[in-house]
């Protein structure tokens, strides 16, 4: 390959990434070119360490360094209840409030109604068959609060019920610390629909 082949390649590869067009791509391998050697060695190999340890885990599709998660793994979850997320970085996040202890079940994604996508690049057929096994009495759909997430939801919802497994919806709402009167009409109408008896 020669200089302006291997250049070119570059950028090539780079736009296999998502969202990533031609001007980006370039843009990105000018900044490569430019960059300290050990800096873009950095890139490379942590690209190669990821693919190379990284993988998703057989059961519930979360980032795995084994063929099952950690999570699913453990002894001490609650293996009845399983919530539903469309990327790892959910899933982390729920992690992160400590306050759940149930599984997880990662979508990879969300349907979109108005493109072509039937679902079938998603792991939904993956979770049907988790849930047919028996053993999980509820799922909770956490997918997120847009038109895709609804979809996604809804699917989800006539999917799972004939299997007679409970099915919920997380809460959309006001977000904590925030004055009601600065809250957008949708939220506000959300968060009473999902309102709750207290005590
Ligand atoms: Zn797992």
């Known amino acids: 390959m020669d200089q302006k082949g291997r250049f070119a390649y570059l950028i090539e590869q780079l736009m296999e990434l998502p969202g990533v067009g031609r001007k980006s791509a370039q843009r ?3 900044y490569i ?10 890139i490379g190999q942590a690209i190669i360490d990821v693919k190379d340890m990284l993988s998703f885990c057989k059961i519930c599709n ?12 453990s002894p001490n979850r609650d293996s009845q209840r399983v919530v539903v997320v469309e990327e790892p970085s959910t899933l982390y996040a729920i992690e992160r409030t400590g306050e759940y202890k149930g599984l997880y079940h990662v979508l990879l994604g969300a349907l979109s109604p108005l493109s072509e996508t ?13 849930l047919e096994k028996g053993g999980i009495s509820e799922v909770i759909i956490a997918t997120n609060p847009n038109i895709e997430g609804e979809a996604t939801a809804i699917y989800l ?43």
Not at 62 to 73: F, V
Not at 170 to 195: F, H, N, Q, W
């Open 33 to 42: 070119l430019k960059m300290p050697a050990e800096s873009a060695k950095k």
């Open 62 to 73: 979360n980032i795995s360094e084994g063929e099952i998660c950690a999570i699913c793994a």
């Open 157 to 199: 919802t006539r999917l799972i019920k004939p299997l007679h497994i409970k099915v919920t919806r997380i809460a959309c709402g006001i977000p904590v610390g925030v004055d009601l009167e600065y809250a957008d009409e949708v939220t506000l109408a959300k968060s009473l629909e999902g309102r709750r008896e207290i005590g």
């Open 118 to 130: 039937n679902g079938t690049e998603l792991t939904i057929k993956n979770l049907i068959e988790r």
């Open 28 to 30: 990105m391998a000018f």
